[in-house]
């Protein structure tokens, strides 16, 4: 069964510290997306890559975020320095981007970050 | 920039009920269209998407959606609303014709009343 998997599930330090949150795609999938989902803004598009390369990341804040896939099968978020309004659920999802079709993405389970 | 919303904030009904999710979209061109659910800790799980072809689109656990052109609406629909079915849902829209982005409504809380 396969499945995008994260970790760590939670998350909780204080501000001013890096945050690094990894992701395993479904293996074969060629796209990565990183989403955040607080109550307030619901879920945002952070960045995206397709085999590999950042295609966007006009969603991440660029001073102190940063998101890398350093292989086929490892997507990274990092925060740095971390602030509270970070605090929120970060997604992965993988998928294939489709040709004659579209394909759905695979979220995992997410990261639930808490800076104090 | 297509973009999609959902009017209510919380969908309330009785188990046994139908059960109707609602969804706008707006995007430039034939949309592809997707519906996907959120179980509490839990992250997204797909349930339809509509590409082309049948306006009414079946997917996992008994929900549909149809499709309509004229009035740019996607609504999520279950014609007996089970307990387990309480979750948030979302709306997303892809623009074919352009990169591999989904804008995702804001999302509905579905409550299903024993």
């Known amino acids: 069964d396969a499945r995008v998997t994260q970790t760590p599930r939670h998350k909780v330090t204080e501000m001013g510290q890096e945050v690094t949150m990894r992701c395993q795609p479904i293996l074969g999938h060629n796209t990565v997306f990183w989403y955040r989902q607080t109550m307030m803004q619901g879920l945002e598009l952070l960045a995206y890559f397709r085999n590999r390369a950042p295609l966007d990341d006009s969603g991440m804040p660029k001073d102190r975020f940063s998101a890398e896939m350093p292989d086929a099968t490892l997507a990274t978020l990092k925060i740095q320095p971390s602030e509270p309004r970070d605090s929120a659920v970060y997604f992965c999802?993988?998928?294939?981007?489709?040709?004659?079709?579209?394909?759905?993405?695979?979220f995992g389970p997410g990261t639930r970050l808490t800076v104090l | 920039a297509q973009s999609v919303a959902q009017p209510e904030d919380q969908v309330n009904v009785a188990e046994g009920n139908p059960l109707t999710v609602k969804c706008t979209y707006s995007v430039s061109g034939n949309p592809y269209l997707f519906w996907y659910v959120q179980y509490p800790n839990r992250g997204l799980q797909f349930l339809l998407k509509?590409?082309?072809?049948?306006?009414l689109v079946k997917g996992s656990y008994g929900f549909e959606a149809e499709f309509n052109k004229s009035q740019t609406s996607f609504h999520l629909k279950k014609p007996s609303a089970l307990v387990s079915d309480s979750a948030l849902y979302f709306c997303?829209?892809?623009?074919?014709?352009?990169?591999?982005?989904?804008?995702f409504g804001k999302g509905n809380q579905v409550v299903v009343i024993p």
């Open positions: 997303a829209v892809r623009d074919p014709g352009g990169n591999n982005r989904l804008a």
């Open positions: 999802a993988s998928g294939l981007p489709g040709g004659q079709g579209v394909n759905e993405q695979f």
């Open positions: 509509y590409i082309t072809g049948d306006n």
